[in-house]
């Protein structure tokens, strides 16, 4: 009864949601444009074929579970048609789960519709490869839009909340061969506010050419955090999440690279590095010019050979302190590297940053 007054209840306020959804819709049209201009494959204009078109079809719980739904502990108040609607009944939690195909920018509209506003712990959640994008409490709907790449895997649950989805669509981008940049263009923080994917503590993994001697204790090239190797200047510190001199990477000379390979594909569209991130030293050691290159080859490292990296173009420093770079395109890669003209060149943290998800 409480689930019918509730379900009375929305209809009955059917035409403000629409024009909510109708102003989410023009948002995510100017989303998916500003994508499409810098996108580096060519924007197709139907739902990616076989992929998230079918997870799209709620009409019953075949269509679902053969579109690619699989469904945990989501078994009281189950609907299907236009929105699937379901919530877990006798126990906290229920989701539903999908891996995605292509590569694109996915389009969630979710509802949370219980209406019990007295608890925190009442809510619905989107996420991707286990990381929360969003989390809508009680009585609330939103639009989720949220980059994504081949074999990306998005949950949907609940914890004592009531799943409605209303939209799972999506802009996606035919595969096209690399292709580089003539230059990366100088940028800001709020221009790059995705996710670091290439940090250690995501599962990014640090490899080199060799570092500067006398300051680690090994010049050899090699890949991991666990190589053997310390000192304050090793190409290891380059994504160990800290900054300051005693914690960065010289190369020691000239041309040697630093790199760091993803935890997976990654759709990535610019950089940071620094000097001096934190700490009074120093201000030296940012001559030369830096080439950014990046790769699509698995397991990618310090051995790969130069015919597989594709240049991002190249930058010289400015400051001591934080300096963003753009890419010209968005493009999917497994891993990044840099290389310096400067023997002397100190890099103390480089993060890599992929598209943030948006909300409307």
């Known amino acids: 009864a409480q689930y019918d007054a509730a379900a009375a209840k929305a209809t009955a306020a059917e035409q403000p949601i629409a024009a909510k959804k109708a102003t989410a819709a023009a948002a995510c049209a100017s989303i998916v ?3 499409q201009a810098t996108l580096e ?4 204009v139907k739902p990616c074929p076989q992929a998230v078109s079918s997870l799209s079809d709620f009409s019953s719980h075949k269509a679902m579970t053969s579109g690619g739904w699989t469904f945990n502990g989501i078994n009281d108040g189950i609907q299907y048609g236009a929105n699937f609607k379901g919530w877990a009944g006798g126990h906290p939690w229920g989701s539903m789960e999908a891996t995605l195909k292509g590569v694109g920018v996915l389009h969630v509209t ?9 608890t925190q712990k009442n809510f619905v959640r989107l ?6 994008i969003e ?4 009585k609330e709907e939103k639009t989720i839009n949220v980059p994504f790449v081949q074999g990306d895997k998005i949950k949907i649950d609940e914890h004592f909340g009531i799943i409605i ?4 669509t999506a802009t996606c981008y035919a595969p096209a061969p690399p292709r580089s940049c003539s230059a990366v263009t100088r940028s800001t923080s709020a221009a790059l506010k995705g996710p670091n994917v290439a940090v250690a503590s995501e599962g990014g ?22 190589f053997v190797a310390n000192g304050i200047h090793c190409w290891k510190n380059i994504n160990d999440g800290k900054l300051g001199n005693s914690y960065s990477w010289i ?7 630093v790199g760091v390979r993803f935890a997976k594909r990654e759709l990535i569209e610019g950089l940071r590095i620094s000097r001096k991130g934190t700490g009074s030293c120093c201000n030296d050691r940012i001559s030369g010019s830096y080439e950014v290159q990046y790769t699509t080859v698995e397991n990618a490292n310090h051995l790969t050979a130069a015919a597989l990296w594709v240049s991002l173009g190249t930058f010289s420093r400015q400051g001591f302190g934080f300096e963003f770079f753009k890419f010209c395109h968005v493009m999917h890669a497994t891993a990044v590297r840099i290389t310096a003209t400067s023997s002397g060149a100190c890099i103390d943290e480089l993060e890599v940053y992929s598209p943030s998800a948006q909300t409307q």
């Open 110 to 118: 979710l509802e949370n519709e219980h209406s019990n506003t007295k």
């Open 251 to 257: 190369p020691g000379h000239s041309g040697a690279f």
């Open 135 to 138: 989390k809508l409490g009680s």
């Open 41 to 44: 494959p060519t924007p197709m």
């Open 127 to 132: 996420l991707k490869n286990g990381a929360e």
């Open 205 to 226: 993994v640090p490899f080199g050419s060799g570092s500067l001697a006398g300051y680690c204790s090994t010049t050899a090239a090699g890949e991991g955090k666990d």
């Open 33 to 35: 444009a500003s994508a």
């Open 165 to 168: 989805l209303k939209q799972f």
